[in-house]
């Protein structure tokens, strides 16, 4: 859903809610001031002896009189001001929120401009490489609009509410995960509509296909040219019962729009689900549902913006026309093996006015190409590394080819023996591992040629292995953009590169401004094919001739050997026939090592861990808990646990981040070495793992042996809902057996949520942390992780161990094992019992008709059942009889004499909870934890420490 931390425009100062003004103090009765003339005049009275001056008494209470009012008036007229002064704060607060939320809101929608808004434009953006969110209407959001300071009365707080709420802006959703619409047709076809047209602005033709129904309701979108253009990635439209469609299709990457009548007619699994319920109310989501105005299109409004995007198709030149045939194939030129020369990487790429043009990167050392799109540019990176491959084997020249568009661009040469890795589109998470490889890369070069005494590739014998390795970079300048750290390493190749054998070929559509001077200066062999502006074309090969290229001739170009001569030429195209003659040719050659692992496999499992480890092999002693990726060494290691040294195993991860799966692989393992019996799983309800924990305990105390392993799945959540006195003694179990398991050559391994779910005795009793993917970077740096390896749509079973990125093995989770009930309570068992109820009554009446031979007194029953329930208890029951005292935890309590006997002569029984236990219990240990207070309970026989029972079944 939206996110409104990206529409708040920068540089605002926070807003701050006006303070209250103090009450003024209220003036006092200035005593001292009235008293003063009086007592004056009655001294002037008594020397003078005129009476005359007693009249000055008068003055001193009248003037105080007078100031009393006068400063009461002026505290009033304070307090007006203030209250005046404030509420025209308020009042400037109220429009300087209602001004942020209008840029707010204006952000907003330029962002998700909305499908009315992109109908209106007319011309398609095409500028996203997959669909991004959809504007599926007007909502209600939070805005990022905070006001500091407390609120002093309602209105303030009113005004608080008002301030974090941004009404009217769009909430949109990702196609990703996919779009489901019901209610009316109309409707849903509208809102379907709407989501569809802003999809086909966003992404280009040939970025992605999009599939509809061939009913009359879609044909609208006929001539739109995604849907004649061919793309990997589609965006498929079903409707109705056509609803049930796949994902998947082909190999390629599926987008799913729905419409349904109602929910059940969607597919299962889609991300987001509008109900539209009339054209100006829908709601979003499922559980907390959002209301929103709905965003809709017409059939005539979204056909005429159909007409627009396909005129700007053809203008262009993606209405789905064939590309132009090629001038040149790359199997009519020379592509005669090498001598074996190490000095030299000089192959045919195209031809010139004057011959074949030939390119050798070993004197380049490096390459610069420009091109825009459509100018060939992939298709001539493909000629030159399959021309480098068919004349060089793999033990004298290896490539590296990185796609920075995500596409397939490379796909006709990534099955040759000399390509060591492909890489498209690295994630953000890739970045550092390929910085770190490559200076691996570096390292390992300069530690081979000074082993042999060697200061350049050239120079070394043929019996060393260190083929020349080429880097190809097709879209040099996003990779720099988003990752500018990679930038800085590929200067440090081109600075280092032609002594350690290691050359590179950057592609860009417009390298002026973004390759760095340090690089493009060992840029000696300088090619562009055909640019849009003449500044490109000059700051590449010195002429402004690629800028005059017609976009007609693909693959057409200007060149620079590297000898400072330009000359026109047109690339050759790598023919089938071309690729295949390479690779047969190099057939039975050893393939080179790779200096660029590939990333770890999405998941993993026991039988496909040789495959990625490689030569590497695990400790068949250790359990195997996954494959960490160790760029720095450029190589793959086996994460091995060993519990005698590594102690008890915590595996830490969100819901749905592998735990189980890992759990469960481990588990495996150890069931296969030492048996079924070998692994106790701590799982099912409550009164089960109660007891597995109590018998784990009891088995630590005498010295028993355990189980190999002990496992315990979801131990943060595991207490949460057992009683205090239970859920302390549960925790207080787990740090036993955890801190004791290393004695008796037993392991235990525990997963949770977070490490800060675990309490402090179980975190300092823990030896080993698997890290899997947490739901923030802080929770995983809280956990002991490193931040920069944190990623928020991490696979299952992907996850980092002792700093290095790792995926960890998964298994299906064995069935749970069906617990074996208790045996239920018989009241005829014991020929005196003391039953102490939540509901006496109903369980006196249901003992009664389960035993009717027995005598139930009933101690609510009045003081004739008192005085009968103390003779019962203090003379027992007749031989072969059965008498049962009932009654509450108050009964009992208040009863103590009666309490007392009942515990020295009686057998327990407890019907209720811990309470109920207490009121009646002979010790103070917990007793078994019940799954069902109601249907289960305890019975306490009179020498015997307590059992769990079923209660008697009622019968309604």
């Known amino acids: 859903m939206s996110d409104p931390s990206h529409w708040s425009p920068p540089g605002l100062i926070p807003l701050a809610l006006p303070p209250r003004p103090p009450e003024p103090a209220r003036p006092g009765f200035p005593w001292i001031a009235s008293a003063a003339p009086v007592v004056g005049a009655t001294a002037i009275w008594a020397v003078t002896g005129s009476t005359f001056a007693l009249l000055f008494a008068v003055l001193g209470p009248l003037v105080a009189v007078a100031s009393m009012l006068d400063g009461r008036r002026q505290s009033r007229r304070e307090r007006r001001r203030s209250a005046g002064e404030r509420r025209a704060a308020l009042e400037r607060l109220r429009q300087e929120i209602a001004l942020r939320h209008d840029l707010e809101r204006e952000a907003a929608w330029r962002l998700a401009p909305g499908a009315r ?37 309602d209105d303030d707080a009113d005004l608080l509410r008002s301030a974090g709420r941004l009404t009217e802006v769009p909430l949109t959703a990702e196609v990703d995960g996919g779009l489901g619409f019901t209610g009316p047709r109309s409707l849903a076809l509208a809102a379907a509509r709407a989501a569809l047209v802003q999809c086909a602005d966003a992404v280009p033709p040939g970025t992605i296909a999009i599939e509809a129904p061939g009913t009359e309701a879609w ?79 017409g059939t005539v409004e979204a056909g005429a913006w159909v007409e627009r995007a396909a005129i700007a198709g053809r203008r262009a030149g993606m209405d789905g026309a064939a590309a132009l045939p090629a001038r040149v194939a790359l199997s009519e030129l020379d592509l005669a093996p090498a001598a074996g020369d190490r000095s030299s990487l000089r192959v045919p790429v195209g031809a010139s006015e004057s011959g074949p043009l030939h390119l050798d990167l070993a004197t380049g050392p490096h390459a ?70 490559i200076r691996a890369e570096l390292r390992h070069r300069e530690h081979v040629l000074a082993s042999v005494g060697a200061r350049d590739l050239a120079n070394l014998g043929p019996d060393t292995v260190l083929p020349r390795l080429v880097v190809v970079i097709d879209e040099f300048q996003a990779m720099v953009e988003r990752f500018p750290e990679l930038g800085a390493v590929m200067a440090d190749v081109a600075a280092r590169g032609r002594s350690l054998g290691v050359h590179l070929i950057l592609a860009s559509q417009r390298p002026n401004g973004v390759v760095r001077e340090n690089v493009t200066a060992n840029c000696g062999i300088r090619v562009s094919l055909r640019v849009l502006q003449r500044a490109d074309s000059t700051a590449v090969v010195g002429t402004e001739a690629a800028a005059s290229i017609e976009a007609s001739t693909p693959g057409r170009g200007i060149a620079d050997a590297g000898d400072g001569r330009v000359v026109r030429f047109q690339s050759a195209l790598a023919d089938d026939a071309a690729i295949r003659s390479a690779a047969d040719r190099h057939a039975a050659v050893a393939l080179p090592r790779r200096p660029w692992l590939d990333p770890l496999p999405r998941s993993l499992t026991l039988g496909s861990v040789g495959a990625v480890l490689g030569p590497e092999r695990p400790d068949p002693d250790a359990i195997l808990l996954g494959v960490a990726d160790d760029p720095d060494r450029q190589r793959r290691v086996p994460i ?18 592998g735990r189980t799966a890992l759990l469960a692989a481990i588990a495996n393992q150890v069931a296969e070495r030492r048996g079924p019996d070998g692994v106790l799983r701590i799982e099912g309800p409550r009164s089960a793992v109660w007891d597995a924990l109590d018998e784990l305990d009891r088995a630590l105390a005498d010295g028993r042996r355990l189980p190999a392993l002990v496992v315990l799945d979801g131990l943060d959540s595991c207490f949460a809902a057992w009683p205090d006195e239970a859920r302390f003694t549960g925790i207080a179990r787990v740090e036993s057996i955890l801190r004791g398991v290393r004695d008796l050559r037993s392991a235990v391994v525990v997963s949770a949520a977070r490490l800060t779910g675990l309490g402090a005795g179980v975190r300092d009793a823990l030896g080993s942390t698997v890290l899997l993917r947490h739901p923030t970077r ?35 989770r064995p069935p749970a094992g069906t617990p074996r009930p208790p045996l239920p309570y018989e009241p005829a068992r014991h020929p005196l019992t003391a039953v102490c109820s939540r509901t006496p009554r109903a369980d006196a009446a249901a003992i009664a008709a389960a035993c009717p031979e027995a005598e139930v007194v009933l101690l609510g029953d009045g003081p ?12 027992g029951p007749e031989p072969g009889s059965t008498r049962i005292v009932v009654g509450d935890a108050e009964s009992w309590t208040t009863n103590w004499t009666l309490a007392a006997q009942a515990r020295s002569r009686a057998a327990i029984v407890v019907h209720g909870g811990t309470g109920e236990y207490r009121a009646l219990a002979r010790d103070a240990a917990p007793p078994p934890l019940l799954d069902d207070h109601r249907r289960q309970c305890w019975v306490v026989p009179t020498e015997a420490p307590p059992e769990r029972r079923s209660w008697i079944p009622r019968h309604d």
Do not use: C, N, Y
């Open 640 to 657: 091995e646990w060993r519990p005698a040294s590594d102690g008890p195993l915590a595996v830490l991860g969100a819901p749905g981040s």
């Open 368 to 437: 610069l190409v420009a091109g825009t799109s459509g100018s060939g540019k992939s298709e001539f990176l493909v000629t030159w590394v399959a021309a480098l491959a068919a004349i060089h084997p793999p033990d004298r020249v290896a490539f590296l080819l990185v796609d920075f568009k995500g596409g397939a661009a490379f796909d006709p040469v990534a099955a040759l023996p000399h390509v060591t890795g492909v890489v498209t589109d690295l994630a953000e998470s890739e970045a550092g591992r390929a910085v770190a490889s």
């Open 864 to 875: 004739e059942a008192a005085a009968r329930a103390t003779s019962v208890l203090q003379h």
């Open 117 to 153: 808004r992109v109908m209106e434009r007319g011309i398609p953006a095409w500028r996203a490489t997959a669909p991004g969110p959809v504007v599926l209407g007007a909502a209600t959001l939070p805005s990022r609009v905070r006001i500091d300071g407390m609120p002093s009365d």
């Open 219 to 297: 044909q609208w979108i006929a001539g739109l040219p995604h849907v004649t253009v061919p793309a990997r990635a589609r965006l498929r439209v079903v409707d109705g019962a056509a609803a049930a469609a796949s994902r998947e299709a082909d190999g390629d990457r599926v987008h799913l729009i729905a419409i349904g009548a109602t929910p059940d007619e969607l597919p299962p699994g889609l991300a987001t689900v509008v109900e539209l319920r009339h054209r100006g109310l829908a709601v979003v989501g499922r559980g907390t549902a959002i209301p929103v105005v709905p965003e809709l299109a």
């Open 778 to 812: 802080a929770d995983l740096v809280q956990a002991g992780g490193d931040g920069t390896l944190w990623e928020p749509d991490a696979v299952p079973g992907s996850g980092q161990w002792h700093g290095l990125r790792a995926q960890f093995l998964a298994a299906p």
